[in-house]
C-alpha cells in the first residue's frame, strides 16, 4: 500500500460541490496512468484508458467527504452550519474543525453544542441528544474579524489527520478516499485488457449520487463498477449477523444495497476472478445505504453496475479504519477483473430463445 498516497487524500479537502483541492490532487494521479483526461461541469474527473475493442467499463469513486458550509456569522463571531452529508451529531461533540475561507486562508476552530457544561447539567439535560442545528463553530475571533476572513457558504472539514494504526488505517474522510485509492492502485498494477476503462472520480456523491448520475449519462458504460467504503459492524456492541464485513476479511463484495442490486452476473464473474486470482474477499449485504453504481445502473437503457467495497470501521466519523490488507485486496482484485472484462457479457437472452 502507498500510504503517503493514502494520507494525502484523505487530508486533502473536498466537501460536495467544493471538491477543487482533492481533485487537483487525483487529476495528477489520473493523468499519468491513462490516456485521456477531462473535467465536465459537475468537476467530475473523468480519466480514459484505451481499450482494443473490449467492452467500455466505468469505475466511479467519489471524491468528496462529509462536511458543512457556513450558513451564519453571529455578532459575537460564533459560525453555524449547514451539513452536507449525513452526520450522526454523536460523532460531532467536541472536535476541531478547519473553515476553508475563499481567500485562501484556513482557519482552526472548535465544533461545539449550545449546551450547558457536565458541571450545570440536570439528569434530563445531560441524557438528551445533542442535534445538527445546535453546533457551532468557535474561530476564537471577534464577530468583525470573523465576518472580515470568511463568508456565508465557506466549505468546513474537520480537522483530523490519517494514520497507521496497527495493521490499519484510521483517518477521517476513508469513505471515500480509500476507494479513490483502490482504483488508482489498480490502474497502476493493471495488466493487459482489452476493456476500455473509464476511471471518473465522482462529486457529490454524499448529497444524492449527483456526479455519477451525469457522467454515467455521458460516457455510456457497458458496464459500472463503482468503489466504495462500506460498514464493517466487527466491534463491541454489534451482533454477527449485523456485522455487514469485517476488517480483514479481503475485499468486499457487494451483492445489494438500498441503492441497487447489483448484477449477479457480475457478482459470480468478480467472485470467480477472485478465486483464481487467490485474492481474499467477502460478500457484502448493505440494508441501507447507497453507492454511485445505484445511480449508474439507471442511466439511459440500464447499466450492469455492482459495487466493489473497502471495509470501514466507524463510518462518517473522524475515526474511520481500514484494514491495509483489504485495500490491497481490493486494488488487486479490481485489477485483475478489468484483465478478465471482456471475457463474459452480463446480458439476458431468454427473448431470443
Same mark, same amino acid.
Given at each position: 500500500? $502507498? ?6 487524500? +484523505? ?64 455578532? !459575537? ?53 445533542? !442535534? ?9 475571533? &471577534? ?5 472580515? !476572513? ?24 476513508? $469513505? ?25 472520480? &465522482? ?18 458504460? $457497458? ?56 485474492? !481474499? ?30 471495509? +470501514? ?11 491495509? $490488507? ?28
Amino acid at each position: 500500500m $502507498d500510504f503517503p498516497l493514502l494520507k494525502l487524500l +484523505c487530508e486533502t479537502p473536498g466537501v460536495p460541490g467544493y471538491e477543487d483541492p482533492i481533485r487537483r490532487v487525483v487529476i495528477e494521479e489520473l493523468k499519468k496512468l491513462t490516456d485521456e483526461l477531462h473535467v465536465d461541469v459537475m468537476g467530475n474527473v473523468i480519466a480514459v484508458k484505451k481499450g482494443s475493442g473490449g467492452p467500455r467499463v466505468m469505475l466511479a469513486a467519489h471524491i468528496d467527504e462529509i462536511g458543512f458550509v457556513v450558513k451564519h456569522i453571529d455578532d !459575537k463571531g460564533f459560525v453555524r452550519l449547514q451539513p452536507m452529508g449525513g452526520w450522526d451529531p454523536r460523532n460531532m461533540t467536541s472536535q476541531r474543525v478547519f473553515v476553508h475561507a475563499r481567500s485562501g486562508d484556513v482557519l482552526l476552530g472548535a465544533l461545539m453544542p449550545a449546551s450547558k457544561p457536565i458541571h450545570m447539567l440536570t439528569p434530563d439535560e445531560a441524557n438528551k441528544a445533542p !442535534k445538527i442545528e445546535e453546533f457551532f463553530v468557535d474561530l476564537g475571533l &471577534t464577530g468583525e474579524e470573523v465576518r472580515a !476572513k470568511i463568508e456565508i457558504g465557506d466549505p468546513v472539514t474537520m480537522a483530523r489527520t490519517a494514520e497507521m494504526v496497527g495493521h490499519n488505517v484510521l483517518s477521517k474522510t476513508l $469513505d471515500a478516499r480509500v476507494a479513490v485509492y483502490v482504483m488508482i492502485a489498480a490502474l497502476r498494477q493493471l495488466g493487459k485488457h482489452e476493456a476500455e476503462i473509464v476511471a471518473v472520480a &465522482t462529486t457529490q456523491e454524499e448529497v444524492g449520487l449527483r456526479g455519477a448520475t451525469t457522467s454515467a449519462y455521458a460516457m455510456r458504460p $457497458d458496464v459500472g463498477i463503482a468503489i466504495d467504503s462500506t460498514l464493517a459492524n466487527d466491534f463491541p456492541g454489534m451482533e454477527e449477523h449485523m456485522q455487514v464485513t469485517k476488517l480483514g476479511g479481503g475485499a468486499a463484495i457487494k451483492i445489494m444495497d438500498s441503492s441497487l442490486l447489483c448484477h449477479p452476473k457480475l457478482v459470480r464473474h468478480f467472485r470467480d476472478v477472485g478465486e483464481a486470482n487467490a485474492i !481474499k474477499y467477502q460478500m457484502e449485504i448493505l440494508p441501507r445505504g447507497g453507492t454511485d453504481a445505484g445511480a449508474i445502473q439507471r442511466s439511459r437503457g440500464g447499466v450492469p453496475s455492482i459495487t466493489l467495497s473497502i471495509p +470501514c470501521r466507524y463510518v462518517h466519523t473522524v475515526n474511520e479504519m481500514a484494514s491495509a $490488507d483489504d485495500i490491497d485486496a481490493s486494488a488487486a482484485l479490481l485489477a485483475r477483473y478489468l484483465e478478465d472484462a471482456h471475457s463474459r457479457s452480463y446480458g439476458y437472452d431468454e427473448a431470443a430463445s
